[in-house]
């Protein structure tokens, strides 16, 4: 969680919910796990027993959790920012209780001078429970301040996660693509529901090749 971050499309870092799980190839050599690692090691609490050691390197194990003390960060940001939320975790993990989703979407709305930008490699999840916070009338006031952004780093994941990516922006929701790291050619078409897209490549020292007319056809 950083109020200054190097990430050039958001200003700041928000982390409320911590730890993920490998979901697909773009997860491999995921900065977070070592972040995660690198975090317990220097003794910060919240970042503890979330990895394991496999192949010498650290791996998400699959436990997810919330952090309340980290609620009510945005409320104590009073300039207006864009904040890349939960850039250590997925906010759509199924480990993940509707209650605390439902927590993390609140502290959004108490802060409204933000703009969120959020990003899942489970959009199937994630409507699912954006459907049972929509059913119970929560989620109108967070449709502008919200960006529901979908993790795409291939031409199967695309076609996997284009169907809930859509199907979130018919909620009316703003919807965006983050297709990082790249490891393959994607076809866009039947992606015209986004509002906007980030790409890059792999980054690391295992960091597999991304061409670049892979982006110049984005």
């Given at each position: 969680?950083g ?7 958001t200003d ?23 972040e995660?690692a ?5 003794g910060v609490?919240?970042?503890?027993g ?7 390197k650290?791996?998400f ?8 003390k ?10 207006p920012r ?5 850039s250590?975790?997925?906010i ?5 209780r509707?209650g605390d989703?439902?927590?993390v979407?609140t ?14 490699k ?11 916070l929509?059913?119970?009338d ?5 449709f ?8 795409v780093e ?5 076609d996997e996660?284009r169907?809930a990516?859509a ?12 297709y990082e790291p790249?490891i393959?050619p ?6 015209e529901?986004i ?8 980054s690391?020292p295992d960091?597999?090749?991304?061409h670049?007319?892979?982006h110049r056809?984005?």
């Open positions: 969680m109020d200054k971050t190097g990430i050039n499309w700041a870092t928000w982390n409320p919910i911590v730890g993920c799980s490998i979901h697909s190839p773009g997860c491999k050599f995921c900065y977070a796990m070592r995660a690198r975090l317990e090691r220097m609490d919240k970042y503890a979330l990895t394991r050691i496999v192949n010498d650290p791996v194990n699959g436990v997810v959790r919330v952090v309340p980290a609620l009510d960060q945005p409320r104590r940001w009073q300039r864009r904040i890349f939320v939960n250590m975790s997925d759509a993990h199924p480990a993940l509707q989703f439902n927590a979407l502290a959004m709305e108490e802060a409204p001078h933000h703009v969120y930008q959020v990003l899942t489970r959009p199937d999840v994630l409507l699912e429970r954006l459907t049972a929509f059913q119970s929560q989620a109108e006031p967070l502008a301040r919200i960006w529901w952004g979908v993790s291939d031409q199967r994941r695309a996660r169907e990516g199907a979130i922006a018919a909620q009316g929701f703003k919807v965006w693509v983050s790249a393959g994607v076809d866009w078409d039947g992606w529901f509002s906007g897209m980030v790409s890059g490549g792999e690391g960091a597999r090749p991304s670049r007319d892979w056809d984005t």
